[in-house]
C-alpha cells in the first residue's frame, strides 16, 4: 500500500470502503483504481522534471504522496472530505507542478519555442547580460546556454497555466493515444475542474473566491452526495503544496549529485535540515535537528521567509473559509514567524543569532526626493520636462511597434496653462498609455522600470522580441516631476481601451500622501489612447524657465527653444501650445537629419536669435554649416551629423560644442566636435554617455573633416589645434599644420623635409614654448627641435573617452612604455610616423631606439641671446642601420 493510502483523509474519504457487500463499494473501488492509474502516469511525466529542472527539488511522486499527509495535517481530523473530492483533489496534486518538464509538452521543445514569449524571454535574458534590450539579431543568435536558461523560465512560468488542460491533452505512441485519466467520462467530466484548481496554486488567493463560485454537482453514477466543493479543494492544495519543505524534499544526498546553483541552493540547504511539521494548537510547528552554521545564514534567512510565506497563506485561507462559511482547516498559521529569536529554538543556529538586520528605509518619501529629485539632478528646470518627454517617448515607440506604425508616428504636447491654483505644464503623448497595473505599479515603484520586466512581457507578448529600444531603464525619471511642483496628475488610457476607460492618478500632497486613482471626468477623458501628465508649478513658470542655467544660453529663452535644445533629435512631433491654445510644431520627428544646416546648429547651441546677431561672425558659421558630414550605422541609419569644432571657433564668446543624445534628447556635450552624435548612456542621471559611432567610423569622418578645413582656415595655429582633435579621432590629418620648429609652423610633409636627415630630435611642448614666444619674442629654436602639443585632446565631457575611442597605449603597463605608447597617440605620433615612413622602419623601432621624458633639462636654443634649457617630451633617435 503506497504511502498517501495510509494517511487519515485518505481512508476517510476513498479509501473508507472496501467492503465487498457495501452498496457503494464500486464506485469506491473503481475511483481508487483511476487515482492509481492516473498517480502511474503522472509519475512518469514528473520524473522527467528534475532534467529540465535540475535545480529544483524534488518534485517527483513523492512530492505528490507528501501532500496527501500535509493536507491531513492541515485539514485536522474532523475535516470532512467525500470520496469524489478526494479523488479531484489527488489528480490536482498530481499535475499541479507537471508542466515543469518538457516530457508534459506532447510536441517537445517545439511546443515552447511557439509561445509568443519564447523570444522576449530570450531578449529579457541577454538584456540582463548585457545591460540594455537587444536587437533581433542578437536574439536570433543566442547561444545555447541563453537557450537553456529560457526553457527554463519559460517551464517555470508556465507551469501552471499549462496545468489547466493537462487532463485533456494526449501522448501518441505508434498510433496508441494515451492520457493521464484513461478513463473518458471522469476525463470529460472532471478533467477541466482538476486542471483549473491545479493552476490555482499559483494565483493569489483573492481571486478563488470568484474563480471558484459554487459546488459541482455529482455525476452519474456516482452517489449524488459526492459533490465537490471547488473552492475548499484549491485552499487544501495550496496549504499543502507550500507546506512541502521538508528534508524529503531536497534530501542532501541528491544534492550533492545535482549540485544546484547558489539561489536554489540555499533552497535545498534549509529544507534539507527541516523535518516534517507538527501541528500544535492551530500552529504548524516546524523544526530542525541540526544547527544551521555560518556559512548557512542565507539558508536560514530563506527558510525563515518561506514560513512567513507559509503563515500568511494559512491565515489568508483561514479567513477565506472562515467568512465564506466553510469548515476551517485545523492550521491557521505557521509557529513564530513573528519573532527571528524563538524561530531559531525550533530551527536553531550555530554561533550566531538571527537579528532581523536587514536594510530599512523608514522615510520612501525622503528617499525618493533625494535620488529623484534635486539631489540627482541639480536644481534645473529642464530636467523633469527632460523626463516626461522622454517617458512619452518611450512610450509612443512602444505603441508603434505593437500597432505597426510608421516609424515617425506619434505626438508629444508639452502645454501650458493657468486655473485658479496658478501655473500648470503638462506633457501628453500618443502612446501605449498605462493599464491600472502600471500606473499603480512601475510608475509608482520607484527604482522599476516597466521597459523589458515580466508584466510588460505578459501585457504585450513579443513586443521585446521585436526591436523595442527604450531610454527609461531606472525607473525614476517620473519622480523629478515633484521637482516642479506637489500637485500632480497623471491621466492615462492604454491605446486599445475605451474611452471612458480614462484613468486619473492624481497626487494633491507630493509623495508624503498617498495618491488616489479614479476615472476620468468628461472632460479630462484622452481621446485617444496616451498618457498627459500635468504638473501645477510651485514658482510661476517664466521664473522657473529663467532657472535655466544662463551659461547655456545668448538669451532669455522661451519654452519652445527650451524643448528643442533638449530634445534635438528626438523621433517623435513635438508641439507647443500656450496658455490662448496656439499651438505649434517645433521639432519634427527625426527632423534633425535633414533640417537646414543653419537651423540644426542654432538647435544644438540653443541660439535663440542666431539669424540677427551673427553678422560678425558670418565665416565661421558659414564654414561649419558647409562642413557637416553624417556617419552612418551599418543598416544605413544616420547615427551622427556634425562637424569639427576647436577653441577658436566661438560665437559671442560661447564655445561652440556638439552633443551627444540618447533617445533623441541631450545628454552630454562634446568638446572639438559641434552638431548631434547618437549615443549610449552611461550613468544614472543620465548626463553622460557614449557616442555609438565607432572608432572606424569616426576615423573615416575626421579625415574628411581635414579635408573640408585645409583651406579654410588660415591661421595656422588654429590649423593646429584642430589637427589635434582629428589625430583624437584617429582621422588622418592630410597637409594640416601640426607642429612649430625653427621654420615657424609646420606640416607632416615638412616634418620630413626638415628633419627626414637628423638622428636626433628633440620634441618640446608647443604651449609652453608659445608661453615663451609671448613673452620674450626673439627665439630661436635648434634645427634639430620639433614643438607639438602635448597629450591628447579631450572630446567627451567627463573622463570617458578612453572607453569611447579606446586608444592602445592603455594596454601597456610599464612606466616608460605607457608614456612613449601615450606620446605616439598623440600628436608627436604624427612626427613618428612621417619619420618612420621616411626612413622606411615601423614606429615602434623608433621608439625603442628612443627616450622619453629624459630626466635633464637640454638647451634647444636661445632666448634674447641666452641659452634656453628645457625638459623634452622624447628624444627621437634614428635608429642604427639593421645589417
Ligand atoms: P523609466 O522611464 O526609467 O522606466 P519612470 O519612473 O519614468 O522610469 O517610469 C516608470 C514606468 O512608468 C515606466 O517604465 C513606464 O512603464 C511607465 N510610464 C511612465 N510614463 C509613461 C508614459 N508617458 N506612457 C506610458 N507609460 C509611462
Known sequence: MSEYEETGIWKKSLGKINNHDDKYYIHYESLRNEYREFRKHANLLANEIARDLPDFTIHDSSHFDKLWKLADLIAGNDFELNPMEAFVLGGSFLIHDLGLGLAAYPEGIDQLRREPNWSDTIASILKDEIGHIPNRDKIQKADNEVILKTKEQILRNLHAKYAECLCLISWKENDHEYHLIENVELRDKYGPIIGKLAQSHWWPVSKLKESFPSKIGSFHPYPQEWEIDPLKLACLLRVADASHVDSSRAPCYLRSIRRPSQ??????????????????????????????????????????????????????????????????????????????????????????????????????????????????????????????????????????????????????????????????????????????????????????????????????????????????????????AFMWGDHI???????????????????????????????????????????????????????????????????????????????????????????????????????????????????????????????????????????????????????????????????????????????????????????????????????????????????????????????????????????LIIRKLNGDIGTLTVAYDAHGWINSQQIIEFHGSQDEIFIIDRLELMEEIKKYKLINLNSNVIAVEDGLQGILVGSLDYIWLEPHYLEEHNAEEFGKRFFAEGIGGVVLESLAKFWGITVDEILNASRYRDKNAYEIGTVDGRPLKVYPDMIIKKPEKRM
Open 263 to 480: 539561489g536554489s541552493r540555499d533552497h535545498w540547504v534549509f529544507q534539507d535540515h527541516l523535518h516534517q511539521p507538527l501541528l500544535k494548537n492551530d500552529r504548524l510547528v516546524f523544526t530542525s535537528g541540526s544547527r544551521f552554521p555560518n556559512n548557512e545564514a542565507s539558508s536560514w534567512w530563506l527558510c525563515f521567509d518561506t514560513l512567513t510565506m507559509i503563515d500568511r497563506e494559512l491565515s489568508q485561507v483561514d479567513s477565506l473559509l472562515s467568512d465564506s462559511g466553510r469548515q476551517r482547516f485545523a492550521a491557521r498559521g505557521v509557529a513564530n514567524v513573528n519573532d527571528a529569536i524563538r524561530m531559531a529554538e525550533q530551527i536553531p543556529t550555530e554561533n550566531w543569532i538571527p537579528i532581523d538586520a536587514r536594510i530599512k528605509i523608514t522615510d520612501v518619501p525622503e528617499l525618493i526626493k533625494k535620488f529623484g529629485g534635486e539631489d540627482l539632478y541639480g536644481p534645473d528646470f529642464t530636467v523633469p520636462l527632460r523626463e516626461l518627454i522622454q517617458n512619452g517617448s518611450d512610450a509612443i515607440r512602444t505603441r508603434r511597434i505593437v500597432e505597426e506604425r510608421p516609424n515617425d508616428w506619434g505626438d508629444i504636447c508639452i502645454r501650458t496653462g493657468r486655473d485658479s491654483e496658478g501655473d500648470w505644464i503638462e506633457i501628453e503623448d500618443t502612446g501605449i498609455g498605462m493599464s491600472t497595473e502600471v500606473l499603480t505599479g512601475p510608475l509608482l515603484d520607484f527604482g522599476s522600470s516597466y521597459w523589458g520586466s515580466t508584466l510588460m512581457i505578459n501585457e504585450f507578448p513579443g513586443l521585446l522580441s521585436k526591436g523595442l529600444q527604450c531610454t527609461g531603464k531606472f525607473g525614476i525619471g517620473f519622480f523629478s
Open 489 to 723: 496628475s497623471v491621466t492615462t488610457r492604454r491605446y486599445d481601451a475605451a474611452q471612458r476607460d480614462t484613468q486619473v492618478l492624481e497626487f494633491d500632497c507630493g509623495l508624503s500622501s498617498r495618491p488616489i486613482l479614479r476615472k476620468a471626468t468628461t472632460s479630462e477623458i484622452l481621446r485617444d489612447g496616451g498618457t498627459r501628465v500635468r504638473v501645477w508649478l510651485k514658482n510661476p513658470l517664466k521664473s522657473m524657465i529663467s532657472r535655466f542655467p544662463l551659461e547655456r544660453s545668448c538669451s532669455a529663452c522661451s519654452l519652445e527653444d527650451l524643448c528643442t535644445w533638449l530634445c534635438p533629435s528626438i523621433d517623435v512631433n513635438i508641439f507647443v501650445e500656450n496658455e490662448n491654445c496656439e499651438r505649434r510644431l517645433v521639432i519634427r520627428s527625426s527632423d534633425w537629419v535633414d533640417l537646414d544646416p543653419e537651423k540644426f546648429l542654432a538647435r544644438v547651441w540653443l541660439f535663440a536669435e542666431f539669424s540677427k546677431k551673427r553678422s560678425n561672425k558670418i565665416d565661421i558659421i558659414n564654414l561649419m554649416k558647409n562642413n557637416l558630414r553624417t556617419i552612418h550605422d551599418q543598416s544605413g541609419n544616420i547615427i551622427a551629423r556634425g562637424c569639427i569644432s576647436s577653441d577658436m571657433m566661438r560665437i559671442f564668446g560661447r564655445y561652440l560644442s556638439g552633443v551627444v543624445t540618447v533617445g533623441g534628447l541631450r545628454a552630454a556635450d562634446l568638446h572639438g566636435l559641434a552638431g548631434i552624435f547618437i549615443g549610449n548612456t552611461t550613468k544614472l542621471s543620465r548626463d553622460s554617455a557614449i557616442p555609438i559611432a565607432d572608432k572606424v567610423n569616426m576615423a573615416k569622418w575626421a579625415t574628411e573633416q581635414a579635408k573640408l578645413i585645409i583651406d579654410k582656415i588660415k591661421n595656422q595655429e588654429d590649423q593646429a589645434s584642430l589637427s
